[in-house]
C-alpha cells in the first residue's frame, strides 16, 4: 500500500501517535491525529510535540465524515483490537497497521525483534549496546520508550535496528520480518486485554510468523510455553536455559554461562565477572548472547560489553544504602513472575512495596516466593486489598496497608533495620496512582536519595 497523498487515522495522541503522524507526514501521506479524551488541549498538544497546523487533530466523537474518509489506520498500542472503534473500521474493510508495522514498511536495514512477559527492556539494551560496539549504525526501539516511527525514517539500508515489542505492538503487525527474533518468556499478563491465555501465547508467537529457515528464533529451554510452540516456528532455533541442558544452545552450568551448539560445551562467562544479580538476569544475558551470535557478532566484542554492563532503569536497580538498608528500585515489575523473580534476587531479609492497578492477575506464586525473603508486605493501590487476601490464605500475615506511595515509604523505613533492603516490585501496573511505572520508580528514588545517610 502506498502512503502518497493516502488519508490515515492515527489514533492516540500520545508519544506513539505523535511519532506515526510525523512519520506519515514525512511519507507523503495525510494523517489524521485523534484522541477519545475530548478535555485535551489542542493548542497544547501542537506546541508540546511540534504538531504542525496541516496535521489534523480531532477530540472526543469521530464524525462519520473522517471515518469514509481514511483509507488506512495506525492505533497506537494501548487501542485494543477489539474496541468498538477498531471493529467498525475492521468492519469496513479498513486496513490496520500498529505503528511496529508502519516503521518497519517506511525503515531500512536489519531488524532484531525481542518479546516475552518480562525482561524485554534488559535484553533489548544489551543486545543494543552489543551491536552499537560492532555496527555503526544502530538503533534501539519500541517498547522500551523509543516509538520506532520516530527513528524509521533515519534508518539505511546497513542499520541494524533492536526493537523491544509488546504483546499490544505484535497485535497489529502484519508483514514485520525480524532478521532475529526472541521469546524470552511467557507467562500470564495483560489478559484483561487478551482475555485468555492461549491468545496472549499466540500473540507472543506472531513475533516469527514472518521468519524463514534463513532466520533465527531465541527461546528459553525453561518455558512450556515456548516448548509447545517451538514446533509451529520456521526459523531456525536456538534455545537457551538457566536449569536444564538444551541438546543445542546456551545454558548455565553452575556459575558458567556456557553454549554447545553442536561442536562440544564451550565456557564463555562467569556470572561473577558481571554487574547483574539473579537468575532471571543470567537467562536475560544468554538470550542476549544467543542473539547477538545468531546476527554475525563475535564472541570477543560480545563479552566484554556483558562484563561491563549494569541493570536498566526500575529493573532491580540498586538506589542507594541509608543506615544499612538497601533499597531497590524494581518499578518495571509489573506482573507477579517479574515481581517473583526480584524478590528472588533479594539476599536480605526484604521489606516489599506491591500493588497498584488491576490487570487481572492472580498473586499466589508470587506470595509463595515471600518465604525467607519478605519480613514485611506494604500494600498500595487498586489491589491492595486482593493481594492481602491473598497473602493470608497463604499464611503470611505481615501487612501492612497504605493510602499513598509517601505513606508505603514511611512504613518502609520505620519497620527497616541494618542489614535488610527495602524492595518496590509491586507485581502490578502503576495506572490509577501514576502515570506510568518510571513516574513510580522515580519517586521511589528521590524519596530513598532524600534520607538522612
Known sequence: MKLQDQKVLVIGCKKSGVAAAGLLQRHGAVPVLYDADETLDIAQLRAENGIGKEIEIVLGELGEDVCREVSLVVPSPGVPLDSTLLMRFRNAGVPIWGEVELAWRCGKGKVIAITGTNGKTTTTTLVGEIMKAYYSSVFVVGNIGVPYTREADKMKEDSVTVAEISSFQLESAVSFHPVVSAILNITPDHLNRHHTMENYVAVKASIAKNQGPED?????????????????????????????????????????????????????????????????????????????????????????????????????????????????????????????????????????????????????????????KTKLLVL???????????????????IEMADSFEKAMEICVQNARPGDAVLLSPACASWGMFPNYEVRGRMFKAYVNGLEE
Open 216 to 372: 533465527f528464533c531465541i527461546l528459553n529451554y525453561e518455558d512450556e510455553q515456548l516448548q509447545k510452540i517451538a514446533g509451529s516456528i520456521q526459523a531456525d532455533i536456538i534455545w537457551f536455559s538457566s536449569g536444564k541442558r538444551p541438546k543445542e544452545g546456551y545454558f548455565l552450568d553452575g556459575d558458567m554461562i556456557c553454549r554447545d551448539l553442536g561442536q562440544g560445551r564451550e565456557e564463555l562467562l562467569d556470572v561473577h565477572e558481571m554487574n547483574l544479580i539473579g537468575v532471571h538476569n543470567y537467562e536475560n544475558v544468554m538470550a542476549a548472547i544467543a542473539i547477538s551470535a545468531s546476527f554475525g557478532v563475535p564472541m570477543e566484542v560480545i563479552l566484554p560489553v556483558v562484563r561491563h554492563f549494569k541493570a536498566v532503569e526500575h529493573r532491580i536497580e540498586f538506589v542507594a544504602e541509608k543506615k544499612g538498608v538497601v533499597y531497590y528500585n524494581d518499578s518495571k515489575g509489573t506482573n507477579p513472575d517479574a515481581a517473583i523473580r526480584a524478590i528472588c534476587a533479594m539476599s536480605r531479609p526484604t521489606i516489599l512495596i506491591g500493588g497498584g492497578y488491576d490487570k487481572g492477575s492472580s498473586y499466589d506464586e508470587w506470595v509463595e516466593a515471600f518465604r525467607d
Open 380 to 398: 498500595i493501590g487498586q489491589t491492595a486489598d486482593a493481594i492481602a487476601a491473598c497473602a493470608r490464605r497463604h499464611g503470611f500475615t505481615a
